[in-house]
């Protein structure tokens, strides 16, 4: 269960990804994780480096007409929470509305074209007012990332990406926030989803906590967050129910 790459396999998969910065690979589904291993997963998504270029900005309808809107930096009037720039090395995976890809697959497909579609893949796309709405109907195929329950799941290594409803059904909720551990998460169903890290501050005011989005900007990243703030907006602390502190022994 360890998620300890040998050196050559490293090497192969830098060769696979040529055009993009190495990419970590993270273990594939399971029946439980390890709360290292939920956060070695979660870094990976954080602290992943890729490169885009001007081909993967899109705002407008793919040819499905489904609209996707990239978190580019670069377009006339970008929308809050834009930041990646085509050409220039950036650091954490873009959000993308229902999007589930690990980084490597992630970095694969910025280098592809869309099955069917001939256009090359959009690097993220926000989750706008209107795809809150629309639900799936606007999951994009022609663009990579991931959003916030997407990542959880990865993180926990389920077989599927669960929505920010359905999570809480395969959690025990904390009764106190004191309780938290590294893995565990705060959500509000139906709305959004981070995972806690580590406690900043001994009365536990502030914590660490990785996200996939929406704002300050639109990507897997490490925020500082006040426990007092995120409790005013409705969150709540729960722990999934296959966590555990160390692979049991076989």
Known sequence: MSLRIPLICG?????????????????????????SESLAISSAYTEMTWK?????????????????????????????????????????????????????QFAERLTQSVPSGSIPTAAGDMGTADKQKAGDNAVSRFAAGIDCSGFISRCWRLDRPYSTRELPKLCNPLFSWEELQPGDILIIPGQHVLMFIAWDTKDHSGFTAREAGPLPVWKCAEHSLNTSYLQSLGYRPMRYRNMVNTSPSI
Do not use: E, Q
């Open 11 to 35: 090497i192969l998969a830098c060769l696979l990804v040529a055009c993009s910065p190495c990419t970590r690979d993270i273990p594939g589904p399971y029946s439980f994780v390890t709360r």
């Open 52 to 104: 885009g270029k001007a081909d993967n900005i899109r705002h407008g309808l793919d040819p499905d007409g489904i609209r996707i809107d990239t978190p580019d930096a670069v377009s006339p009037n970008p929308l809050r929470g834009s930041w990646w720039r085509p050409g220039t090395l950036s650091r954490g995976m873009p959000y993308k509305w229902g999007g589930f890809d690990t980084p490597r």
